[in-house]
T-cell receptor
Framework: DTGVSQNPRHKITKRGQNVTFRCDPI?????LYWYRQTLGQGPEFLTY????????KSRLLSDRFSAERPKGSFSTLEIQRTEQGDSAMYLCASSLKNSYNEQFFGPGTRLTVL | AQTVTQSQPEMSVQEAETVTLSCTYD???????LFWYKQPPSRQMILVIRQEAYKQQNATENRFSVNFQKAAKSFSLKISDSQLGDTAMYFCAFMRGGFSGNTPLVFGKGTRLSVIA
């Protein structure tokens, strides 16, 4: 499979628990992006990486959120002490740095916080 | 900061007809890129069409074309000969240009398009 993959596809958790999502980008892509999409809205940018370096974080990314891309390949997004307002679809995308063409999106991880 | 506005939350079109989805944006940048992405029900987002701001010619991809009006900051999508498979959410998106390379997208809220048989 040469596309962007995300795991798990669905996660149900109780408020206050920690959750971690994984994204595997297209292998040659050096940029990786995390977006959050709530029902009826467009995706909103959270953070992005070039290789292992985190280049930018949105103000949406509270202290409870942390993202890593340790070896410049896959990335993880962790949410600590989840809140009901964290319920959303978390999308990962990847691209080449020197390309103003498309970002390739994964299928997303749907988080439900009870 | 850039903003993208899609003023049509929902639209419908008869199969084989033509439909136009609207998008306006606000930016102080002169170098940027605009995109239309499609998100079918329960499926991942895919690129429909892309436009470079420095190009005056409107982009076309098969049945999909755009009307890019840079001065008006307008970027509409026209779908010709609509097909049932075009049923999806459509998002307009903005990417700033410059030397930073491929950067985060700013999306509109989307337009839900239903193609009716």
């Amino acid at each position: 499979d040469t596309g962007v993959s995300q795991n798990p596809r669905h996660k149900i958790t109780k408020r206050g628990q920690n959750v971690t999502f994984r994204c595997d980008p297209i292998s040659e892509h050096n940029r990786l992006y995390w977006y959050r999409q709530t029902l009826g809205q467009g995706p909103e940018f959270l953070t992005y990486f070039q290789n292992e370096a985190q280049l930018e974080k949105s103000r949406l990314l509270s202290d409870r959120f942390s993202a890593e891309r340790p070896k410049g390949s896959f990335s993880t997004l962790e949410i600590q002490r989840t809140e009901q307002g964290d319920s959303a679809m978390y999308l990962c995308a990847s691209s080449l740095k020197n390309s103003y063409n498309e970002q390739f999106f994964g299928p997303g991880t749907r988080l439900t916080v009870l | 900061a850039q903003t993208v506005t899609q003023s049509q939350p929902e639209m419908s079109v008869q199969e084989a007809e033509t439909v136009t989805l609207s998008c306006t944006y606000d930016t102080s940048e002169n170098n940027y890129y605009l995109f239309w992405y499609k998100q079918p029900p329960s499926r991942q987002m895919i690129l429909v069409i892309r436009q470079e701001a420095y190009k005056q010619q409107n982009a076309t991809e098969n049945r999909f074309s755009v009307n890019f009006q840079k001065a008006a900051k307008s970027f509409s999508l026209k779908i010709s000969d609509s097909q049932l498979g075009d049923t999806a959410m459509y998002f307009c998106a903005f990417m700033r240009g410059g030397f930073s390379g491929n950067t985060p997208l700013v999306f509109g809220k989307g337009t839900r398009l239903s193609v009716i048989a």
